[in-house]
Structures are given as C-alpha cells and as structure tokens.
Nanobody, 125 residues
C-alpha cells in the first residue's frame, strides 16, 4: 500500500511558477510509476504528466509540454511537478497517483492504484 500526500499548491499570477510535491509512504516507492492529474470545476479529471519507476521515461499532455516538468527522487519517496508559465486555464485541483509497475508510464487515470487528496492551484490574472 502507498499513501500519497500532495503539497505546494497555492495562488499564483499568470506567467508564474509553482512546484508541487507528492510524498509517498512505504519503502517500495521505486516500484511505482507515478502520475499527475488535474480536475477543474465542472470538468473531468485529465492527465498532466507521468514518470516511470526510475525517472528515465516521462510523458506529458500536449498542453503541458515545455511548461511542466515531472521528476522524482526515489531516495526521498517524492515526485515533483514543476509548473512554469502558468495560465488561467491551469487552475485546478492537482492529484498525484501511483501504480505498481516495473516499466512504462501510464496516461489513463483508471490505470492507477493509489491517489492523493489533491492540492489546489489557482492562477490569477
């Protein structure tokens, strides 16, 4: 079992940056592929970024490419989402998710086994 706790959300002006963190419990963090998703009010949860267990493979939603960077530190049981050039439409609750997998990245929410509680990101004009 893995418990996930996100942090780092907040209020930022358009064009600014935030770094989200997701801390995982347990000693087998490096057995999990990780992902970030987001959900805006009235919208479905959407894929943001994913990273494989070792950090060598990543995937991004098209609208995040070049602005967001996912990374992980297995020694710290933490996955990060660096968000730059934030836009109003990036406002959402951001969730991290974990899937036990020794290969690959996963872009679909139903593939993931564990979820955090979410952290709010609000981008203002």
């Amino acid at each position: 079992q893995v418990q996930l706790v996100e942090s780092g959300g907040g209020l930022v002006q358009a064009g600014g940056s935030l770094r989200l963190s997701c801390a995982a419990s347990g000693r087998t963090f490096n057995r999990y592929a990780m992902g970030w998703f987001r959900q805006a009010p009235g919208k479905e949860r959407e894929f943001v970024a994913a990273i494989n267990w070792g950090g060598g493979s990543t995937n991004y939603a098209d609208s995040m490419k070049g602005r967001f960077t996912i990374s992980r530190d297995n020694a710290k049981n933490t996955v990060y989402l660096q968000m730059n050039s934030l836009k109003l439409e990036d406002t959402a609750v951001y969730y991290c998710a974990a899937k036990e997998a020794d290969w690959g990245t996963f872009l679909v929410s139903v593939d993931y086994d564990y979820w955090g509680q979410g952290t709010q990101v609000t981008v203002s004009s």
